[in-house]
């Protein structure tokens, strides 16, 4: 997760969403009186990138203490601009202005129990390594409601404010996006699995999110029912892979999302139970990133008809 720091308080940023981060310089941001925008170039290509502070997106009112960590970098330096967090929500970029990057941290969430309604965009709760509490911001949901909360006017970007070829490119950034990804959830234990395959998938124009074991992908199922496919191991702590696909059975509104399960156990039995319990295909790894993507794509095109496919056998 990114740690970043905000009117004084830091927030854990979940990075399935993240595209990039960078320190605009002076010419890269425009600002007027309705808000800023970036111009970034990339892939050969220049994006006018609407950007909006995060503290002005959070949206509840509870005060939380300044943490430690950040009095011991205030001395570091200053830089003429602050640093951007860009986001994408299908095919739409999203620019969050943040005080301070404070790097990236492995931290164990906490659910924020039933006390409150939290935002959608909230994850849960997590202790930094200064013993203090901190928020965790889910980079998907954050993208998507600033993209509503500008649609509806809250935000305001009023391209007018530019001229010319500016205001083209503007209205190109803040329209509806030519097509929608499909949105892919990967489950494993280890982040550098999920790293890779998050990587492939966005290569090949998926969208996608992550869990570290089944029961924290039931938490995003809930939270993305337009999931079109699941990529999940077996060997998990907490809920595995076999327990996963047992809740999946009995919950109707998860029940026909296509599983394809992602695993280092080869053998028939451990394939025949995923049979038995529903999944869509079974991958052994390591894995070829051409059959992975092939399989994704026919289990989507196919996500009531297509029986288990032993893919990646000869890969152990």
């Not at 959608?120 to 954050?142: A, K, N, R, W």
């Not at 935000?155 to 803040?174: E, H, L, P, Q, Y």
């Not at 191991?233 to 109707?252: S, V, W, Y």
Request: overall charge negative.
């Amino acid at each position: 997760m990114l740690l970043c720091q905000a009117e004084g308080r830091i927030y854990a940023l979940i990075a399935d969403a993240i595209k990039h981060i960078l320190i605009p310089t002076t010419a890269q941001m425009q600002v007027w009186d309705g808000g800023k925008t970036l111009t970034w170039q990339a892939d050969g290509q220049e994006h006018l990138v609407p950007v909006n502070a995060l503290a002005t997106v959070l949206s509840y009112a509870s005060p939380m203490p300044n943490h430690r960590l950040i009095e011991q970098r205030r001395d570091i330096h200053a830089v003429d601009a602050n640093p951007v967090v860009v986001l994408n929500h299908q095919d739409t970029l999203v620019g969050i202005e943040v005080d301070q990057l404070l790097g990236e941290q492995e931290l164990v969430i906490s659910s924020l129990g039933e006390t409150i309604v939290p935002p959608p965009y909230l994850y849960g709760s997590s202790i930094l390594p200064d013993g203090q509490l901190t928020l965790v911001l889910d980079g998907v949901m954050l993208a998507k409601i600033v993209l509503e909360q500008r649609n509806q006017g809250r935000i305001n970007i009023d391209v007018d404010d530019f001229s010319g070829s500016d205001s083209k490119r503007m209205a190109a950034a803040t329209s509806a996006p030519d097509f929608v990804k499909k949105l892919i959830l990967t489950v494993d234990d280890s982040i550098t699995v999920r790293n890779a395959l998050a990587d492939a998938l966005q290569k090949a124009d998926y969208q996608v999110i992550q869990a570290r074991d089944g029961a924290e992908a039931l938490v995003q199922l809930q939270r993305y029912p337009d999931v079109q496919a699941i990529l999940c191991d077996i060997e998990m702590p907490g809920m595995n892979g076999f327990e996963f696909l047992k809740a999946r059975q009995q919950t109707p509104e998860i029940a026909s999302i296509p599983t394809i399960m992602l695993t280092s156990r080869a053998g028939n039995k451990h394939r025949l139970l995923t049979k038995e319990l529903g999944a869509t295909a079974y991958l052994t790894k390591p894995y070829l990133t051409p059959q992975l993507l092939k399989a994704v794509a026919e289990a989507i095109e196919n996500p009531t008809s297509q029986p288990l496919s032993p893919v990646g056998e000869s890969h152990e």
